[in-house]
């Protein structure tokens, strides 16, 4: 009876050996699996700053933001209000209307004069009446005089305005102060 308690004994002994060595391992590798979910935690999933541009992006001008007189340099009657009324439906802002000042008899469809502060207004204007002829004639601040001369017949159609795409990101800017 003793051998076979002995017998008994040493397999019960094995079996709850194998138990424990297979509990110990299941706890280790769920520890294991709970650190390596945890750590996932603590790593830098920050997405790396690609390329970026320091160019601001400029927003193009706009019809609103464009001072324009209208001067009527022909003998028809009402020209200059008519033209005036139409650069008001696209967005101008018409700031006076009237007979030609300089009594220039412009023979061309249009006259756009301006001074160098308003180029970019004038280079506007020019889309709304491309046969315009550019004249420069060194005035102060932005203001352009539309002047409708003996070939004129009406605006172009309304251009259309690209907007500016940026493919590149604003890069942070740091402002130093000494």
């Not at 509990?23 to 699996?33: D, E, H, R, T």
């Not at 390329?51 to 193009?60: F, K």
């Not at 007189?69 to 700031?95: C, E, I, M, P, Q």
Request: hydrophobic content about 40%; glycine content about 6%; aromatic content about 6%.
């Amino acid at each position: 009876m003793s051998q076979v308690a002995d017998k008994d004994d040493r397999t019960y002994r094995v079996r709850r050996q194998r138990r424990s060595t297979i509990v110990i391992a299941v706890v280790l590798l769920s520890l294991a699996g709970a650190f390596y979910y945890a750590s996932t935690y603590f790593r830098d999933t920050t997405p790396t700053p690609g390329p970026c541009t320091t160019e601001v992006p400029v927003a193009p001008l706009r019809p609103a933001d464009v001072s324009l007189n209208v001067y009527n340099s022909t003998t028809r009657h009402g020209l200059a209000a008519a033209v005036a009324k139409v650069a008001d439906t696209r967005g101008f802002k018409v700031k006076a209307v009237g007979n030609d000042p300089k009594d220039a008899g412009v023979k061309q469809v249009a006259q756009i004069r301006f001074g160098p502060e308003g180029a970019a207004s004038a280079r506007l204007v020019k889309t709304h009446v491309p046969q315009a002829v550019y004249v420069n004639d060194r005035r102060k601040g932005d203001t352009v005089d539309l002047v409708v001369g003996a070939a004129w017949k009406s605006f172009a159609k309304v251009p259309v305005v690209a907007t500016p795409i940026q493919t590149l990101r604003q890069c942070p800017t740091i402002t130093v102060q000494p």
